[in-house]
Each structure stands twice: as C-alpha cells, then as structure tokens.
C-alpha cells in the first residue's frame, strides 16, 4: 500500500489543520488525539512519510519509540498516573484509520477503563490537558 502525503497527520505536519502540539524533535512530533480514550491521550508520528510499522525504517521506528517513553514519563507525571497503555495499529484490518505512523500514549489508573472511541474532544479540556503535558515535559 503506498503512503498517501494527504492523510490527516501529514496535513498537521505542514501546519495546514490546526492541532494541540506537545512535543517535537528532528524525527518526531507528537499532539492530543482529538478524540481522546483517556485523560492525557496523545499521538507520537515521525516527520517523514510511513504509512504504519510495516514499510518504516528501523530509524523511524527507533525515533518515534524513544519519543514514547518520553511521553510515557511525561502523562505518568501530568496525570498521576499507575500505567501507561501503548497503541499502534497497522492497516485497517489491524484496527488503522489513519495512515501515516502513529503510537497512541495513554495514562490509565487502576480500575478506570478506556473510554469508548469516537467522541470528540473538548476544546478548552483538551488544552489544559496539553498545558499540563507541557508542564511536565519542561
Ligand atoms: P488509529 O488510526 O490508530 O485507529 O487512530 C487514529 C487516531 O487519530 C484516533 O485516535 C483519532 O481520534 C485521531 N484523530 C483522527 N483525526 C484527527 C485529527 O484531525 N486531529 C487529531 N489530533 N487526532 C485525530
């Protein structure tokens, strides 16, 4: 399958949708999933063109696991955290919406269950959330 440059993360990578961005180096980016499954839910993609895990480089998938643990440490700290639940899903039959690379990072507390996917965020949650992200990253 080749990798389409108009999925909707490329677009947030040229700055052409507007996003909650937490976090960039040279060969990652992250920002808050817009339909977040927990409190603190954010995605991890690398800046250059992967459709999913299949057709990466080892150097992306490198780039971007080292940008999760990061993530990872940072919602632990932003949300108290107890865990941290890493998604990533490959092609649609692998549960795939959207086809550029991307991990799912996901604080979770004990007993507090996902909630289900598909609503939409609110706006003004969404950037408290992202500042306290921030926050934890400084
Ligand atoms: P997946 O492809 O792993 O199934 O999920 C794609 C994820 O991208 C979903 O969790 C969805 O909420 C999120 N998403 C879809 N469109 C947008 C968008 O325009 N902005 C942001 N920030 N997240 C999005």
Do not use: W
Not at 5 to 20: H, M, S, V
Not at 31 to 51: E, Q, Y
Request: with cysteine.
């Amino acid at each position: 399958m080749q990798y389409d440059p108009e999925n909707i993360f490329a677009k947030i990578l040229r700055a052409e949708i507007p996003n909650e961005k937490l976090y960039e180096d040279d060969h990652t980016y992250v920002f808050m999933d817009i339909m977040p499954r927990a409190d603190g839910h954010c995605l991890v993609i690398p800046k250059t063109p992967a459709r999913n895990m299949l057709d990466a480089s080892p150097e992306q998938l490198a780039a971007c696991i080292a940008t999760v643990q990061k993530m990872g440490h940072a919602v632990m700290k932003a949300f108290d955290a107890e865990g941290v639940t890493i998604q990533q899903f490959n092609e649609a039959a692998g549960g795939q919406e959207v086809f550029h690379l991307h991990y799912h990072v996901l604080p979770r507390r004990e007993g507090l269950p996902m909630r289900p996917p598909g609503t939409m965020a609110d706006f003004d949650v969404l950037k408290d959330q992202a500042d306290k992200i921030r926050a934890a990253l400084a």
